[in-house]
């Protein structure tokens, strides 16, 4: 069945720091999706990609969508403590429902 | 909008004692999912619905898990009988299109003990 992988698990980086989580699929997408979950909370919906090489920017953070489609990253710029959260990517194959990644785990030392 | 409600927030329980979770959609979303998250198995989908109707349960773990969505505000998941194994975050999120952004509740937190 579809799969969605992501990497890195956990990333704990110091205030101010980049950071960088990958999402990769065996498997072209139709679209990929990006969520941020705080502790305790529930997934957020952050952004979706739908074209090929597509690059989307919210403030301090850039989304990719591969060429090829079966690949996307999440990119935050000068993290701060108030990013800390698991990110998660979520892809479709065909158009049917969304399929989430393991996402990765943020921490963030003031 | 209330967004996406789910009832109870958190459940302690005994093995072998059915389980019932509810969820109420934003309304006019044709879609609702139900989603399981633990830490070993991330968030999985159980199964979907489109305008009530269920489009794929194939994420339904065994014969023990059963979902209904009786009307376009209302669905629920029930467990019966509960086991230890099926402690985890169970999420309801609701669309308006299968592929489109999800409105994830709060979620229903279970123990079984």
């Known amino acids: 069945g579809q799969q969605v992988m992501q990497i890195p698990q956990y990333q704990h980086v110091q205030e101010g720091e980049d950071f960088t989580t990958y999402c990769n699929s065996s498997t072209t997408l139709s679209n990929i999706q990006w969520y941020k979950q705080r502790p305790g909370g529930h997934p957020v919906f952050l952004i979706q990609l739908v074209k090929s090489g597509e690059v989307k920017k919210q403030k301090r953070l850039t989304f990719q969508f591969g060429e090829a489609k079966k690949n996307s990253s999440l990119h935050i710029t000068a993290t701060q403590t108030t990013d800390v959260g698991t990110y998660f990517c979520a892809g479709s194959q065909d158009n049917n429902d969304m399929r989430f990644g393991a996402g990765t785990r943020l921490t963030v030392k003031p | 909008d209330a967004g996406v409600i789910q009832s109870p927030r958190h459940e302690v329980t005994e093995m072998g004692q059915e389980v019932t979770l509810r969820c109420k959609p934003i309304s006019g979303h044709d879609y609702l999912f139900w989603y399981r998250q633990t830490m070993m198995r991330g968030l999985e989908l159980l199964i979907y619905?489109?305008?009530?109707?269920?489009?794929?349960d194939s994420g339904m773990p065994e014969d023990r898990f059963s979902a209904k969505m009786p009307n376009a505000s209302f669905s629920t998941l029930k467990i019966q009988p509960s086991e230890p194994r099926d402690s985890a975050v169970y999420f309801c999120?609701?669309?308006?299109?299968?592929?489109?952004?999800?409105?994830f509740g709060e979620g229903s937190r279970l123990t079984v003990l």
């Open positions: 619905f489109n305008n009530n109707v269920p489009i794929d």
């Open positions: 999120a609701s669309s308006g299109r299968s592929t489109g952004e999800l409105f």
